[in-house]
């Protein structure tokens, strides 16, 4: 089974404009850790959030927060004030438990438009 | 400038040849990882190493084998026992091994099999 859902399909966004990526996910462990990175057409997997399973209030960091809803298994990505520079495909991972794995999604992919 | 470096960043192989991908950190990191993604996909964990002298397979491990004499130092060698070795290749590493480390990726190596 899939453990990180990511099924919108690829989003144009306005400069300046908020979006959000949307992320479900499965699991039984109740430890976990969820990420987003962000992978431009370079290639290079960039670390943007972390929310872990027992944190009480949502991750935010700069102009990226997390949306982490627990009991419908759900860590949205909202990147306000889009720019040009956050074109990129976006992915959202989970770490369980004591496995060292980062379980990935198949991406979000956004565009920038001025 | 502490990170992460992969060499080469593009690599060509012949069918039936083994190649070798480097991976160096400076982060003073203890684990370190190797992933596949290939064209529209999330990654794929194939080894990590949770200390120097040890590493331990991870989801498809097949045709592939690697090596951790250095804490700085963790190599992938792709040998011809693996099918399909087209991908792009992503080494990772975390100060720890639970759910809330965070891995920071290298650049990449973008392997190409003739």
């Known amino acids: 089974a899939q453990k990180i859902t990511q099924t919108q399909p690829g989003m144009f966004v306005q400069e300046k404009e908020a979006v959000t990526l949307d992320c479900t996910y499965d699991?039984?462990?109740?430890?976990?850790?969820l990420f987003w990175y962000k992978q431009p057409s370079s290639g290079e997997m960039i670390f943007l959030i972390y929310?872990?399973?027992?944190?009480?209030q949502n991750a935010t960091e700069g102009r990226y927060s997390l949306n982490f809803q627990k009991a419908r298994k759900s860590a949205n990505l909202v990147i306000s004030a889009s720019q040009l520079g956050d074109s990129a495909m976006y992915f959202c991972?989970?770490?369980?438990?004591?496995?060292?794995?980062?379980?990935f999604g198949k991406g979000n992919q956004v565009v920038v438009i001025p | 400038d502490g990170g992460i470096t992969q060499s080469p960043k593009y690599l060509f192989r012949k069918e039936g040849q083994n190649v070798t991908l480097s991976c160096e950190q400076n982060?003073?990191?203890?684990?370190m990882y190797w992933y596949r993604q290939d064209p529209g996909q999330g990654l794929r964990l194939i080894y990590y190493?949770?200390?120097?002298?040890?590493?331990q397979k991870g989801d498809i491990a097949e045709g592939y084998s690697v090596s951790r004499e250095k804490k700085e130092s963790f190599p992938l060698t792709v040998t011809s026992a693996q099918k399909n070795p087209t991908a792009f290749y992503l080494c990772?590493?975390?100060?720890?091994?639970?759910?809330?480390?965070?891995?920071?990726f290298g650049p990449g190596t973008r392997l190409t099999v003739l």
């Open positions: 990772a590493s975390s100060p720890g091994q639970g759910p809330t480390d965070t891995q920071y």
């Open positions: 699991t039984s462990d109740p430890s976990y850790g």
């Open positions: 929310q872990g399973s027992y944190d009480q």
């Open positions: 991972a989970m770490r369980e438990g004591a496995y060292p794995r980062l379980a």
């Open positions: 982060l003073n990191h203890d684990a």
């Open positions: 190493s949770q200390i120097v002298n040890d590493f």
